[in-house]
């Protein structure tokens, strides 16, 4: 019930979420001929949808070999980031395993069963992930074997030290999603989908990975701390708290929100990166790819801001939310007019006490700058109570259907996992 009110208060996002179930998901995904997969192939899918619903709709916008590439990808770097996650694996035992991890893409009978990770069926099944990887053409091996030594490096670096300072921050960030974001631009442009120019500027790609895990982590505050795990920098905690662990205590939780909120900030200076990136896209399929992810970290971050619940349990953004951004999220103006709308919500959520508040305000000001939607302001959309009626109509029509459909996507929704 509380679900059906809250479809209730965003009649469009339940308009969007019906109509994505009933046909049109096809604006955006491409559909794929699962008779044509052998049964390895259609196993990463099974395991991909189980893992994210998200990214698993991310990759069937795509067309071609690159949805493969892309699934594989993604699979392999799940596989080394459940390594990283499981707490319950001994450093003697993690670190030479991180490190050596790309190795095991070519080892085909190779498999961890002795993880207690909820993803470790990527671990225990890893022979067929592999088997798969070694089926790609090889520019595709290359570009995925060389990021996932990379990333194991940087991952084994980072359990023997602490995220202390912002450069840490941005350092850790690049090795476990900085370099996803360099790994998908070599992909794009060796599919020829893209230009060469798009892999040129590793920074920029750089830039848009790292504001994908940022914001992941942002959210991910309370589980981390729950698992043992710590991201947030302490350079920037300690402002507020003696230790990162601190912001979880009831009695530091205006403070929690403060140091979330200078975070948040710090993140939101990589959108116009974001931006830059999808300007110089030109096929629909990879803009689309590249978009949805971006977008959705975006809502979550205007979810965040401010907000007490990030230290109590779960903020993710509406399903019906996260689906009207996947059919929205298909041109660069579409992309600058929601920016635009979730800058707007920050903004108004800024409190006039936060001590980051004036530099939250100023980059949120410089990214309007250049989301200005073509026409001016964008209105907040009315309803007409015809409209109204009709939804309600609709939603009681649908409410078994959409139950249905609920218990497909009850999966949270995260942007921009590995």
Known sequence: MEQFKNWLGHPKELYNLVRFKMGGS??????????????????CYQYLNQISWTYSIVVQVLEGELRHVLCIFYLVLRA???????????????????????????????????SNDKHKQVLEDFPTISFEFRKLAKVYQDVIADICHKMGLGMAEFLEKKVESEKDWDKYCHYVAGLVGIGVSQLLSASKLEDSIVCQDTELANSVGIFLQKTNIIQDYLEDQLEGREFWPQEVCSKYVKTVSDLAKPE????????????????????????????????????????????????????????????????????????????NATNIQAVKAIIYQYMEEIYQKIPSTDPSSSKTQQIITSIRSVTLPRGGLVSRTHYSPIYLSCVMLLAALSWQYLSMVSKMVEEHVHTGEN
């Open 80 to 114: 080394l980031d459940t390594v990283e996650d499981d707490m319950t694996i001994n450093l003697e035992t993690k670190i030479p395993m991180l490190q050596n991890f790309h190795s095991y893409l070519y080892q085909p009978d190779w498999r961890f069963m002795d």
């Open 252 to 327: 530091n939780i205006d403070k929690a929100v403060q140091c979330m909120n200078e975070l948040i900030t710090n993140v939101l200076h990589h959108i116009p990166d974001i931006l830059t990136c999808l300007s110089q896209l030109k096929t629909q399929s990879v803009f689309n790819f590249c978009a949805i992810p971006q977008v959705m970290a975006i809502a979550t971050l205007a979810a965040c801001y401010n907000n007490q619940q990030v230290f109590r349990g779960v903020v993710k953004i509406r399903k019906g939310q996260a689906v009207t951004l996947v059919m």
């Open 26 to 43: 096809k604006t955006v995904m491409l559909k794929m001929d699962e008779d044509s997969l052998s049964d390895s192939l259609r196993l």
